[in-house]
């Protein structure tokens, strides 16, 4: 029997489907992000049901061999016994097990409901939707809607969380009937697949991350070097076009390919090693910084449900920053940080109170892509109107450090077409983040979150230290390319 997430990625590819099924041990292991998003799903799942209180329950027990048997065995027991909620609602037919997510009896028919969340429907989700309508339809539920049910990112929270404003809800049913009289040809073809001894040919491609990245890319992707075309900065289409010409490694480009000027520069270091300079540049965009040059950065958590009065799903807001200060030219670093303590509610006040103290009333603030930093600090001039005072002329102090390296005036081959702060600080300096135990802001902002929601299992003390070295390397990451970069011109 195919499940509906086998059908799906059946719909991504046939390679996909048939190396779940026969070796799913080549999968890639989930990342802690990945990990974290699933979580949040299903909390978002769990939350939802509490519109439709007193439901019966059939989430199936997936550590029992017989837990989906079970769940459907369930189901069909509650519809006969007249159950108005069924919450996991299973059904096989046709060759295909699906689950609903809230099913609510109307009458004599049926309104179902998958909760997803996303800000809105998306077009994978009308083939799930499709396949769960054909699935129940042929096992006699007769359903008078199928929607999604999703989160509504213009709800502001306003103390008790309200779900019937969380939630969005939309019927996909004109989208999915079109799609029902092809099904049963798809699941004939995946079956067919699924049975054959070896799996299917199939070359890599755009697929392999559309609509989700597939989770044997490293089984896939193996033979392919890094870095590879597919790397060169805004190359799109023309990247795959290089692959199908056999063409995958930077070396391997020909001299007379049609690539811009900054392509070539990525090109050019990865074949000969040759750096770019643009000292002229760097120097008159540096010198117009001012003293006290503070290197100052955020780190933030946007949950998908609003934690606090004033805030919105989804809505990124800061927790924790790190701030190193050169007072004066030649001074050594000063270091100040803050960091909220994720058990005393909303993060957003005392920060921006203690942000306003350290960063004083001159001098530069350096950012790297000021563009967060200024937009996080726009928010709360919203939230906190009586503070805009002092946060306006803040973010008019900003300077971006990752003009250099985004306008190639410094591009190095060990950059690798990133201009982001994790490529350029190993490649300018010998610092890096690898001997980090928290080594990227998802990772930062999800372990946060997870104190402040009370689902944070382990040493809770060692972790805000952990937090504290991530976001100090992050401002001593900015001051080391800066200081790099003015030997380099001096
Ligand atoms: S990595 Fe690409 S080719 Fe391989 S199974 Fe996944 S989608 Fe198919």
Known sequence: MLSKSKYIRGLQCEKRLWLDKHQPQLRDALSANQEALFAQGSDVG????????????????YSRRDGIAIGLAQTKQWVAEGADVIYEAAFSAGGVYAAMDILVREGDRWRAIEVKSSTGVKDYHINDAAIQYYVFQQAGIDLVDIELMYINNEYTRDVELELDKLFARESLLEQVLPLQAGIPDRI?????????????????????????????????????????????????????????????????????????????????????????????????????WEY?????????????????????????????????????????????????????????????????????????????????????????????????????????????????????????????????????????????????????????????????EGKFSGDQEATMQALREYCKLDTLAMLEVWRELRKRIS
Request: glycine share 6%.
């Open 292 to 452: 006290p040059l503070y290197f100052f950065d955020f780190e933030t958590i946007g949950p998908a449900v609003p934690l606090y009065d004033d805030t919105r799903p989804y809505q990124q807001y800061p927790f924790q920053y790190s701030l190193h200060i050169i007072r004066e030219p030649g001074a050594e670093p000063e270091h100040k940080e803050y960091l909220a303590d994720p058990n005393a509610g909303d993060p957003r006040p005392m920060l921006m109170v203690n942000m306003i103290k350290d960063l004083g009333q001159s001098g530069s603030i350096v950012t790297y892509n000021m563009g967060f930093e200024k937009g996080k600090i726009r928010d709360l001039t919203i939230t906190y109107g009586e503070y805009a005072q002092y946060l306006m002329p803040i973010i008019d102090r900003i300077v971006d450090l990752i003009v250099p390296f985004r306008s190639h005036w410094c591009y190095l081959p060990a950059m690798n077409g990133s201009a982001s702060i994790k490529a350029v600080l190993p490649a300018l300096t010998n610092l890096s983040y690898d001997d980090l135990e928290i080594k990227e802001g998802g990772t930062a902002s999800n372990t946060w979150r997870a104190m402040a």
């Open 188 to 288: 004939a073809a995946m079956t067919r697949v699924l049975r054959q001894a070896d799996a299917p040919e199939q070359s890599i491609g755009p697929h392999c991350h559309d609509p989700f990245a597939c989770d044997f890319i490293g089984h896939c992707w193996a033979h392919v070097p890094q870095p590879n075309v597919l790397n060169i900065v805004r190359i799109g289409e023309r990247g795959w076009q290089f692959m199908e010409q056999g063409i995958m490694a930077l070396e391997e480009i020909p001299t007379d390919a049609d690539l811009n000027e900054k392509q070539w520069n990525q090109v050019r270091g990865a074949q000969t090693g040759e750096e770019v300079w643009d000292k002229p540049a760097i120097r008159s965009f540096l010198d117009e």
């Open 46 to 61: 769990e939350l939802a049901q509490q519109l439709f209180p007193k439901g019966k329950d059939a989430t199936p027990d």
